[in-house]
């Protein structure tokens, strides 16, 4: 009989990092790895300063916890946007006889990037890196990745975009065409590249942990305050991705700079284009996407 599963109580969470618990552990129901690091921090008499993350920097997020994370993603993106008051877009299409049944299916576009946009902001706040920056940083971060997080994001997700499908849905789309077409192609050559789901965490930890401004590459964020530590983490994740593809895809000679080179192709796309096309109808015209995404990500740690 395995003593370890036996022990696991699927009904009691950890009350420090949600993982099922495995009973009582210094007085409060906790999980194996948590108590493990309590019962070393008490033998090695250890001081830590108080942080929300101070288990998870030393053993990491746990798979499992992330995994519960995401399977609760699709009912508090749905509680998110009433709390933010997105209107759900519906389409009313009058009866029609089989002869004029339109060509394109009506696909609410604006709810699937809302829901790829939540998404992405979830997964921000299982980065214990991230967390542990402060405030003004990770607003300030977020602020300049999350285009090229959204994208990455469409991607994991097997978003697929048909241009005429959503010009169809909207006419008005007809004059961001090379934009939209630009968008389109850029994500049928990442889902081409077939990237595993660790490519895809190097990957959204590299745009994430970006000191340069997107309009202009060269020049450092002013904002930011912590630019030794935002330098040394976008540094790691590209060491990372390298040595990882270097060993899981020896065969592949250049995969690390395809990849890199997709997202440089990024800039192709203007947030102002993303944000017209599948934000502006349900945030209205008085609410821009960064403001948007830094309420999204403070209301994403209140509901924590």
């Known amino acids: 009989m395995n003593t370890t599963s036996s022990r696991i109580l699927t009904d009691v969470p950890c009350k420090v990092c949600h993982d099922n618990s495995s009973g009582k552990h210094y007085g409060i129901f906790a999980c194996d790895g948590c108590a493990g690091f309590f019962k070393r921090s008490i033998r090695r008499n250890r001081q830590y300063a108080c942080k929300n993350h101070a288990v998870q920097h030393e053993r990491g997020p746990r798979n499992s916890t992330i995994k519960k994370q995401m399977a609760l993603l699709l009912k508090e993106s749905t509680d998110l946007m009433h709390a933010y008051q997105f209107h759900r877009y519906q389409s009313s299409i ?3 006889n089989p002869q004029s049944v339109p060509k394109h299916p009506t696909i609410d576009h604006h709810e699937l990037a809302a829901k790829i946009l939540f998404n992405a902001i979830n997964w921000i706040k ?40 959503l010009i169809y849905s909207n006419h008005q789309y007809e004059m961001f065409r090379a934009d939209i077409e630009n968008f389109q192609e850029i994500l049928n050559k990442l889902k081409q590249m077939k990237m ?6 190097c990957l959204k930890n590299f745009v994430l942990f970006k000191a340069n401004l997107n309009d202009c590459q060269t020049i450092i964020n002013p904002q930011l305050n912590d630019l030794h530590s935002i330098n040394y983490l976008h540094n790691q994740a590209h060491i990372l991705l390298s ?9 592949e000679e250049n995969r690390c700079l395809k990849l890199l080179t997709l997202i440089s192709s990024f800039r192709l796309i203007s947030s102002s284009i993303i944000e017209e096309v599948f ?15 830094k309420d999204m990500y403070r209301m994403v740690a209140i509901n924590s």
Not at 196 to 201: G, Q, R, T
Not at 279 to 293: A, C, N, P, S
């Open 196 to 201: 595993d789901p660790n490519e895809l965490i």
């Open 243 to 251: 040595t990882y593809i270097n060993k899981q895809y020896p065969c």
């Open 279 to 293: 934000f502006r109808k349900t945030i209205g015209d008085k609410t821009h996407m960064e403001q948007l995404v």
């Open 126 to 165: 299982t980065v214990p890196a991230f967390t542990s920056l402060s405030n003004r940083d990770q607003l300030c971060l977020l602020e300049e990745s999350w285009r090229d997080l959204f994208i990455l994001t469409a991607v994991e997700q097997q978003y697929t975009l048909d241009v005429e499908e």
């Open 94 to 96: 009058p009866f029609q």
